[in-house]
């Protein structure tokens, strides 16, 4: 597959006078091809939502480049992105605050579906609608009159409606309960796919990106660690952090075994170990940092 969405060296920092510059994202590379699911997991604090928010410009990038089919995307300024910056698009993890409580769904949808380059339609809208599950009495009614579920869907619609080469959805589920958790995730996976966009899925949640991901892109203290296709990540995980994250998955079962719990791993920054930091193929496209690799020739 080609890559669509290419992100070389990308690096964002966060500076706050009087205090030390914050260092979120540390030089990740990372791609997305054509109707492809990236899952991208990490714990709180490992600069995954960062990465997300400079893909589709609300952070600027100190350095590196983020690129849409070879062309290098801009951050946001005060001038309305062109319609090729258009082409990645983004679903937040809070649906209520993203979307305007004082208009309803269609007007929100036809803002969309203009952004996108075409003319809206009451069909446009509908079929949108429908495409996420909702109903086409959905149109005349504001976001305050769905539950939590049902907004997320409005806005993977209004994602939806730009037709977007690349979606980027930030923790879409995590402020969802555990039963619509799943529908929502693979509605978004299913529906981009199906329109040949590619999806950049953020998540804290490993065993939920399984289920839908392609690959998984592992991220610790803002460098990508261990990236592959979602079975060898799962099965066959080469990096100590991405065990850890296997290890705390709970388990169901009466003699199920408790999250284990490991010990804390240094924080070590690219600038520190560029060799260690560096990506090394261990087969069929299964990558890890040279640094797990030197702990297991040192054990």
């Known amino acids: 597959m080609s890559t669509l969405l290419e992100v070389d060296e990308a690096v964002v920092e966060y500076r706050v006078p009087g205090r030390p510059t914050v260092r979120a994202v540390d030089g990740v590379s990372l791609g997305v091809a054509r109707s492809e699911v990236v899952g991208l997991v990490g714990e709180s604090g490992c600069g995954k939502s960062s990465l997300g928010r400079a893909i589709v410009g609300l952070n600027p990038l100190s350095s590196g480049a983020i690129r849409l089919d070879g062309r290098e995307l801009r951050a946001l300024g005060r001038r309305a992105r062109s319609r090729e910056d258009r082409g990645v698009q983004m679903i937040f993890q809070d649906p209520y605050s993203s979307l305007n409580p004082r208009r309803t769904v269609a007007r929100q949808l036809a803002d969309a579906i203009r952004a996108g380059g075409r003319r809206p339609t009451r069909d446009i809208v509908v079929g949108l609608l429908e495409s996420v599950g909702l109903p086409a009495s959905a149109a005349s009614r504001f976001p305050h009159q769905f539950s939590g579920g049902q907004r997320q869907r409005i806005a993977i619609a209004r994602a939806l409606g730009v037709e977007p080469k690349v979606i980027v959805a930030d923790e879409p589920v995590s402020a969802l309960d555990a039963s619509t958790r799943a529908q929502v995730a693979a509605l978004i996976s299913e529906t981009a796919t199906a329109q040949g966009a590619g999806v950049l899925m953020i998540s804290h949640d490993l065993s939920g990106l399984r289920v839908i991901a392609d690959r998984i892109a592992v991220m610790y203290f803002g460098r990508i660690v261990e990236v592959g296709p979602t079975e060898a990540v799962w099965g066959a995980p080469a990096h100590p952090y991405t065990r850890t994250l296997i290890g705390a998955i709970p388990q169901l079962g009466r003699d199920a075994p408790l999250p284990s719990a490991a010990p804390p791993r ?19 496209g299964h990558l890890v940092a040279a640094e797990a690799l030197r702990e297991v020739e040192a054990a």
Request: hydrophobic letters at 40%; zero cysteines.
């Open 266 to 284: 240094p924080i070590v920054s690219r600038a520190a170990d560029p060799e260690g930091a560096e990506l090394v193929d261990i087969g069929g």
